[in-house]
């Protein structure tokens, strides 16, 4: 992109909200908006004062500002990018799904004290960095410039760069977790012959619709809330405009292979019968 403003705008909308978000959380601390106790995640203070912002909060804090935050933000500007460009293409409302699952996954995990962290969107980016590794296995990718490796390894490379700088390993292999559980539901098993159990909610497709922003191009609800009457009709599945039944019935018959011409019949018209056969027998003898 020649501009920034022109690569913002180049940028898939989840993406871009999600990290725009935590770029924003992180700025507001340092304008001492907030205490960062007030937005973590804290279930005594969820059930008993039913501080319910807590469970969406938590994901949005990346850090303050520093080496590692900007690395998380670059990982989310990359891989979660280029997800959603690849396999994700088309698909908005299943990558929000996949966020979501991660989410509420993390959160179900978290009730266990030594899964519990303060914030889990380290957590939830470190799931973005094993899917996409699952996803682009044999994709060349460098680490510092220094050491070349497949994409599938990149999840366990940056687990042990995180050793190496002394970071805490517990929300990344929450994060490994969480990516292998949703890999192993929605492409794994059903390629071994499962049912396939993680299906988009229609919830999510309605909110996608309502965004108005990306593509889903199996989305089972009406983009446009004025042409919900043409959304009913067969002919919104193939040009988006309702058309009338003679024209509906012209155009079924146009598009159906002719019927073969059918044989001819030996009624009771004697006549028609003898002279059919009779003269069509002398002309070919």
């Known amino acids: 992109m020649s501009t920034p403003l022109e ?25 001492d908006l907030y205490d960062p106790e007030s937005i973590d995640l804290n279930y005594s203070l969820v059930i008993k004062k039913f501080q319910v912002w807590r469970l969406i909060t938590n994901f949005f804090f990346l850090g303050p500002f520093s080496f590692p935050f900007a690395f998380r933000l670059i990982i989310i ?10 396999p994700f293409d088309k698909r908005t409302a299943d990558y929000v799904w996949m966020l979501f699952f991660g989410a509420l996954s993390l959160l179900a995990m978290a009730i266990v004290p030594y899964c519990w962290t303060p914030f ?15 996803e682009f296995p044999n994709a060349r990718i460098n680490i510092y410039g220094v050491v070349s490796l497949k994409g599938f390894y990149l999840p366990w490379a940056m687990l042990a760069l995180d050793l190496i700088f002394g970071h805490h390993l517990k929300p990344d292999i929450l994060g490994m977790v969480v990516g292998h559980l949703y890999y192993f539901l929605t492409v794994l098993h059903p390629l071994a012959g499962g049912k396939f159990i993680l ?29 919900g009457t043409a959304f ?6 193939l040009n988006g405009t309702r058309t009338s039944t003679q024209e509906e019935t012209q155009t079924r018959r146009r598009s159906s292979p002719s019927p073969p011409p059918a044989p001819p019949q030996q009624g009771n018209n004697q006549d028609e019968g003898v002279a059919f056969r009779g003269r069509s027998y002398r002309l070919s003898t």
């Not at 500007?77 to 690849?86: C, I």
């Open 120 to 134: 889990m969107g380290r957590s939830l980016v470190f799931m973005i960095v094993y899917i996409w590794g699952r």
């Open 7 to 31: 690569y913002y705008r180049s940028l898939p909308p989840v993406s871009k909200l999600y990290g725009v978000s935590c770029l924003m959380t992180t700025a507001a601390l340092y304008l």
């Open 77 to 86: 500007a990359k891989y979660g990018v280029s997800l959603e460009r690849g």
């Open 199 to 227: 299906k988009t909610p229609y919830w999510i497709h309605k909110l996608v619709s309502y965004w108005g922003e990306g593509i889903q191009f199996n989305s089972p609800v009406q983009r446009d809330p004025s042409a």
């Open 232 to 237: 009913r009709g067969r002919s919104y599945r």
